[in-house]
């Protein structure tokens, strides 16, 4: 995640000390997808989630693995799906976590959340319940498939602010919805949602089928800006929300040289933080694990299991890996070709998403074809992350 509020505003975040981290081997932020349940059939969707009964490992193994991550030191466990609300035993499950210790946070979409759950979820001391909109009214439900999705998921974003619970949007930008980003950062300030993720769309699961929904380069850059211009209207009006960029590492180098134009202070600033955060940590700083217990390197590689924790503990397999694939991201700038192998901003992106160039290329060490920086940006010639 690259912190534009951060990077722009010097405004500090619950999520820093995991995204700006001190320590050379921090544990990993977990996802869990522990169901691919669904309420919705999102056009997007990377677990491919559907109405359906899903496969899901056992009570007791999912209480096994909680333990262990727990013990691990694991400073986030992130329920997602899938629709997470929907899993049988959800509630039994985020007790265990909460009594755990764990910080748990909540990725959903919103349609289910009545004053109720709400009301649970906060009890349970849920640390963030994100609620995934792709744009307001009709241009929500057309990406959720369903009609009336948006003013469901509202409801949702009301009822858990009532509850006390901070509540963050999740926005998928795509090539149908985002001159909507305005949309999105208006409604945030008329509900008061405290923060904002803009994702990059990755072509996992049914959004492996939406090429034509990427935006080109120029689109891509447009909106980025987009977005740092309305966060800094934002913190001119003196509304300090945290805002976000996902899955597209060349954002931070786009804020630093953005920065390095009009106030070479902060863009110090904002480099020092980009060094710290180190870009893509799929295999490292973040995993996934699945319904049926598969433990991937980041939620977009479900092609590939590194282990499984129903025969062998989580903490084990990734402490002491012994898939190849695992090792490779850790070490992976010694694998990467092409424009990412030589680019001046590798240490504060490290090769972007490896996920998305397999995807697009079918080698994940090629270049991430989302990167829209042009080749005299990111050529060697003036100063060198170091």
Not at 13 to 31: E, K, M, Q, W
Not at 168 to 182: G, Q
Not at 362 to 386: F, H, V
Request: proline share 4%; hydrophobic share 35%; with cysteine.
């Amino acid at each position: 995640m690259i912190s534009v509020s951060s990077l722009l505003c010097d405004a500090t975040g619950p999520g820093d000390h995991l995204r700006y981290p001190t320590s050379d081997t921090p544990r990993p932020i977990v996802v869990w997808n522990f169901t691919r349940r669904c309420n919705l059939a999102c056009h997007h969707c990377y677990a491919s989630a559907s109405p359906s009964p899903s496969s899901e490992i056992s009570v007791e193994q999912s209480k096994l693995f909680i333990s262990d991550i727990a013990d691990f030191g694991v400073p986030v466990l992130l329920f997602s799906g899938g629709e997470p609300l929907m899993h049988p035993h959800f509630w039994e499950l985020a007790g265990y976590a909460h009594d755990k210790g764990l910080r748990l946070v909540i990725s959903t979409n919103g349609t289910l959340i009545n004053q109720n759950i709400s009301s649970r979820l906060a009890e349970l001391e849920f640390a963030e319940v994100g609620i995934s909109l792709d744009g307001v009214g009709e241009v929500n439900d057309f990406f959720r498939g369903r009609k009336g999705a948006f003013q469901r998921a509202l409801d949702g974003i009301r009822n858990s602010l009532e509850a006390g619970l901070r509540v963050s949007i999740r926005f998928t930008i795509t090539k149908a919805n985002w001159t909507y980003i305005t949309d999105i950062f208006n409604l945030a300030k008329e509900e008061g949602v405290d923060r904002l993720c803009f994702y990059h769309l990755v072509p996992s699961g049914r959004g492996s089928s939406l090429s034509q929904e990427n935006l080109s380069h120029t689109e891509t850059r447009q909106a980025v800006e987009l977005i740092c211009q309305q966060t800094e209207d934002l913190y001119r009006l003196g509304l300090k929300k945290e805002v976000l960029t996902v899955d597209n590492y060349a954002d931070g180098a786009y804020i630093y040289q953005r920065l390095a134009r009009t106030n070479p202070q902060q863009a110090a600033r904002a480099l020092s933080l980009l060094q710290r955060n180190g870009g893509n940590s799929a295999g490292f700083k973040i995993a996934a694990v699945d319904e049926e217990g598969n433990v991937h390197p980041d939620q977009f590689w479900r092609q590939h299991s590194v282990g499984n924790i129903t025969r062998q503990r989580f903490s084990e397999l990734w402490e002491h890996p012994s898939d190849p694939l695992l090792k490779d991201l850790r070490r992976r700038k010694k694998f990467l070709t092409g424009r990412c192998k030589s680019c001046k901003y590798l240490n504060i992106c490290n090769g972007n998403l490896r996920a998305r160039a397999e995807a697009v290329y079918g080698n994940m060490w090629a270049d991430d074809p989302a990167c829209y920086l042009t080749d005299k940006e990111i050529e060697l010639t003036n100063e060198r992350s170091q």
